[in-house]
């Protein structure tokens, strides 16, 4: 069931080869993922890039185009997918990822099940935290969305980790086979308390689960399952504040200081001088869900 392969490995310390994915960067806001065909060529504002130059280079190569534009060729990492990948339901970010990971303690070897897999945003992330040795099994209703994710994993490299089914985990509950083996279970449901009896079933001993709901409702009614057999029953909402770092001149207003009688007269300063300079940015990320854990109580 569980792959004890030791020899897997996910891994993009290696030369970019035909038929690899990468990710075109441009600048943090710029990015694009493209998969390398050596008769193939990238065109954007800098310029035109033949994918043949990029063959035989490894990840994370500035490359020129034909009008001396560059662009850096990045491997497609788990945080550089999320920024990147299409769009199918709505996906969890890179703070809410770090998040759950952390506190679902999960490490290499882990036996984690997950559903709904949606966009794959967090399987992919999953997938490379329970490397090498572990596997994550995650399950979507909608058909079509199960085979998308299946591409994404096979072209991001982390198929050899995770296996996706289809399965409507809401009405049918976790397959019966991993009564007992999970070590974490990860829920995106819109009724996430109608399957927590399945995922104490599937839960090791000390086991974690978490539920991402966007509403304060789900998560009350989540908590009030959660009680019976669920201990240190805790829910998070992650916001994020980043900033724009960088260097500009600073023509600032006439500071005046105020002297001492003694001192005669205030003194004018015009500092103009080159500074670097941090400032919110203009769009910042609000509300996405609520993360609520619960660990399976042992028995006595």
């Given amino acids: 069931m569980l792959p004890t392969d030791s020899t897997k490995k996910l891994s993009f310390n290696r030369c970019i080869g035909d038929g690899d994915l990468v990710i075109v960067y441009e600048r943090h806001d710029s990015m694009k993922a493209v998969k390398v065909c050596r008769s193939s060529v990238l065109q954007n504002r800098f310029g035109m890039f033949k994918h043949s130059d990029w063959i035989g280079k490894p990840f994370g190569s500035k490359v020129f185009s034909n009008k001396g534009g560059f662009v850096y060729l990045l491997a497609p990492t788990p945080e550089l997918w999320t920024l990147v990948l299409s769009h199918r ?73 995770v296996t996706v089914e289809v399965r409507d985990i809401q009405g049918e509950g976790f397959p019966d086979e991993f009564s007992g083996l999970a070590d974490s279970i990860f829920l995106d449901l819109p009724q996430p ?10 839960l090791k001993q000390d086991g974690i689960l978490c539920s991402f709901s ?58 103009s001088t080159a500074t670097v300079m941090a400032r919110p940015c203009g769009e910042t990320r609000g509300h996405t869900g609520y993360l609520t854990f619960a660990r399976l109580k042992c028995l006595s």
């Fill in 214 to 271: 966007p509403c304060i409702e789900q998560v009350q009614r989540s908590c009030k399952s959660l009680q019976s057999n669920f201990t240190d029953i805790r829910t998070f909402e992650i916001l994020l504040r980043t900033y724009e770092v960088r260097q500009g001149k600073a023509d600032s207003l006439t500071h005046k200081r105020k002297k001492h009688p003694n001192e005669g007269s205030n003194e004018q300063v015009n500092p």
């Fill in 193 to 202: 308390w109608m399957v927590i009896p399945s995922a104490e079933k599937m």
């Fill in 89 to 161: 339901t709505q996906i969890l970010y890179i703070a809410d990822i770090s998040f759950v990971i952390m506190y679902l303690e999960i490490v290499p070897g882990c036996l984690v099940l997950e559903s709904g897999t949606g966009s794959g945003s967090l399987t992919t992330s999953l997938a490379r935290a329970v490397a090498p040795t572990g596997h994550v099994y995650t399950y979507d209703f909608h058909e079509q969305r199960a085979a998308s994710a299946r591409e994404d994993f096979e072209r991001t490299g982390v198929s050899s980790f």
